[in-house]
């Protein structure tokens, strides 16, 4: 059964940082991303990253924002530097399986406010 384990959300001031870890269990993965989701907006791509490390960004968070992944604990992390008020969402983390099969975590809530 494949899992999706999602952490490092949080209050932060803007300008400041979080990271955000998505630890993946029960199949083999090949594309891995973070998605988020905003009151009132559609889900939308953050981030995504290949096994083989090639990456993938957003506009808007290109630059400030830095995925990687650790294929060896099937774990991805969303390192989130000079961060906005914009960037409160709900992220996501998601999964393909070889198989093309796509798997969402629970959520994580990200707030950036003084």
């Known amino acids: 059964q494949v899992q999706l384990v999602e952490s490092g959300g949080g209050l932060v001031q803007p300008g400041g940082s979080l990271r955000l870890s998505c630890a993946a269990s029960?199949?083999?993965?090949?594309?891995m991303g973070w998605y988020r989701q905003a009151p009132g907006k559609q889900r939308e791509l953050v981030a995504s990253?290949?096994?083989?490390?090639?990456?993938n960004y957003a506009d808007s968070v290109k630059g400030r924002f830095t995925i990687s992944r650790d294929n060896a604990k099937n774990t991805i992390y969303l390192q989130m530097n000079s961060l906005k008020p914009e960037d409160t969402a709900v992220y996501y983390c998601?999964?393909?399986?070889?198989?093309?099969?796509?798997?969402w975590g629970q959520g994580t809530q990200v707030t950036v406010s003084s």
């Open positions: 998601n999964a393909r399986t070889v198989r093309a099969v796509v798997h």
């Open positions: 029960g199949s083999i993965f090949s594309i």
């Open positions: 990253i290949s096994g083989g490390g090639s990456t």
